[in-house]
DNA sequence: CTGTTAGCGCATTCAA
DNA sequence: TTGAATGCGCTAACAG
């Protein structure tokens, strides 16, 4: 099938053959120059470029116990949320040469099992989770692994090992408190089911001391999920005036759905989110949110990794990167 | 830091010592258990089950010359468009133990290499490119590795292997017969400046037969972009009728933006976007436009690797997934 | 059905 | 600064 049937990819043997020189001096021409003379650096590159060397990871993670791989999981792709500190993860990773594995949870306890398994199997030289480890067997699993690991998007008491997140009580609360300033007195929620969404409606609810008629909706939240939420949060309390959503893909649903009943955002009814999507800013009315730098807990977790794998001792294993609230016009009022 | 230093991750070795046997029947045991009896299976599990046995795949693989890795390259994360298709690619190569190793390019040819060199240092049973291989350099040596490769989100008279995508400009030309059946006179055009949607409007302006006024906006394309790109064109051409947009989102800004400026979508101004994403059912108006199956054609280059490297015959290596164009509210006058 | 032998490609000991 | 030997953990061959 291929055209070009492989013509055996050149090892580092064929290297060294190619410059004269020893296996090991090859090796070591790469992968630790400053112990090689400059001549015999030279003619090991050159054998490089004439052969289409390229090194097998596989075989020096073998020997060197380093896979220069780390395992990343999220519980889907598709919540956008992560993808910001996915990909400042990654880059930030390959920086320093290191690549990601991707698994996929599906918010599933059983399968993060597994999926960890499969990684541990891979010999990553760390483990990224967004969120926090679910299950008390997988955290035994990887505390006994001894691979590092960077739990995020969450605190925790006990984290496994390395943590970069911030406190969705805190951020519950500070909304909470928002409200509270603005008086209104028929407040709804419309939260996503997952653990941070229910943590953030946990902090809402006992900063306003009392229960608020809540709608949950499943991941990955969406702009349509918001338009079904606002009409169930109607059905059970039809004078709302704010109501609290655990994204801002719901918010969005929740306005538009909104101004087809012909309410006035904010004026008849006000709605802030989470997350600081892009479009937020962007739509009429604004989105009011709370902001999270995703990218930037993406870029501490892999200063983190690249550390820990230096053998450096990290002093700050629990970064808080906190967060903060943006007024727009959806709660201008 | 670890508090409980690893105690050596046991082998394969411990498990058969364990068990009581050999070695490679311990091997067999887990990985070919046709060809073991059934006794000697369950001691090996008991074993496994004992030891916390996670067998490492990187000395596995260097042997059998399977990684069970494939390697997964997109522009960048955050470009929703890829979304659903890498999710659907990397559930369904877990059901055959594959994990995926993710790379981006930044819609960057150098980086493309660098990345596909980094891909090929992990001896990944295939690779799978969001779109087509852009350097020729990184198309050679993809060759000469002899690694499986399917490209996709495009067509191409030369694949480097396999190819599972559909023709953008046979999408222009449907969207473009589409505006010619609708007499609409003043036509424009939002696109991103990436080579696939300039496909796009390459087939959108032969079918019209004239050169379209156009504004290009660097990807990823956003909510954000399709305001500016709205007020741009009709700086151009104030008496536009109707704009073709190159992602729904780009869409949704313009919609957005005529909205604002009190125009009414579609009457004043008709608005079509490409990709079916989630929200666009859903926004008032809703959104016409062309819908293509990403996670199918994540699935579909899964299963092509996945029986590529069970060394099967490949009698349809390049798929077309094709597209539909789905009329809703914003185009419907 | 089971075991023995021999490496995969490289980097970490050592020694020169 | 360079080299020779050794083995990382596992599996493909072959034998029994």
């Given amino acids: ?48 470029e004439a052969t289409g060397y390229i090194p097998n990871r596989l075989a020096g993670g073998l020997k060197s116990k380093r896979s220069l791989m780390v395992g990343g999981i999220v519980p889907a792709l598709s919540v956008a949320q992560f993808l910001p500190t996915l990909e400042a ?29 499969a990684m541990i199997g891979r010999q990553p030289d760390a483990i990224f989770m967004t969120g926090l480890v679910q299950s008390q067997k997988a955290r035994d699993r990887l505390r006994r692994s001894g691979i590092p690991v960077v739990e995020s998007w969450d605190l925790s008491d006990r984290p496994v090992d390395m943590l970069v997140g911030f406190s969705h009580v805190k951020v519950g609360s500070a909304v909470g408190g928002y409200f509270l300033g603005k008086r209104w007195k028929r407040i709804g929620i419309a939260s996503g089911d997952d653990h941070r969404a229910r943590m953030r409606r946990d902090g809402f609810q006992t900063t306003l001391g009392r229960e608020v008629p809540t709608v949950f909706v499943p991941a990955p939240s969406s702009l349509e999920l ?8 109607l059905d059970k309390e039809p004078k709302l005036q704010a109501i609290c959503c655990s994204s801002d893909q719901l918010a969005h649903g929740v306005i538009v759905e909104a101004l087809a009943r012909g309410l006035r955002v904010p004026q008849d009814l006000a709605v802030c989110g989470f997350g ?50 943006i007024e727009r016009q959806s709660t201008a009022i």
Same sequence: chains 1, 2.
Avoid: W
């Fill in 276 to 325: 600081n999507a892009d479009f937020g800013a962007h739509t009429v009315p604004s989105i009011s949110t709370v902001h999270v730098d995703g990218a930037e807990i993406g870029r501490l977790a892999a200063r983190l990794i690249v550390a820990r794998c230096k053998g450096e001792v990290i002093d700050q294993p629990v970064i808080d990167v906190g967060f903060r609230m």
């Fill in 226 to 233: 918001g338009r079904r939420a606002l009409g169930e949060l």
């Fill in 1 to 48: 099938m291929n055209p070009v049937s492989a013509p055996k990819p050149a090892t580092l043997h064929d290297v060294a053959k190619a410059a004269g020189v020893s296996l090991i001096t090859a090796s070591r021409a790469l992968g630790n120059p400053g112990v090689v003379s400059k001549a015999t650096i030279e003619k090991v590159q050159a054998a490089v």
């Fill in 89 to 117: 993860l990654t880059a930030e990773l390959a920086t320093s040469g290191y690549q990601l594995i991707l698994g996929q949870t599906s918010y599933d306890a059983a399968q993060e099992e597994s999926v960890l398994d």
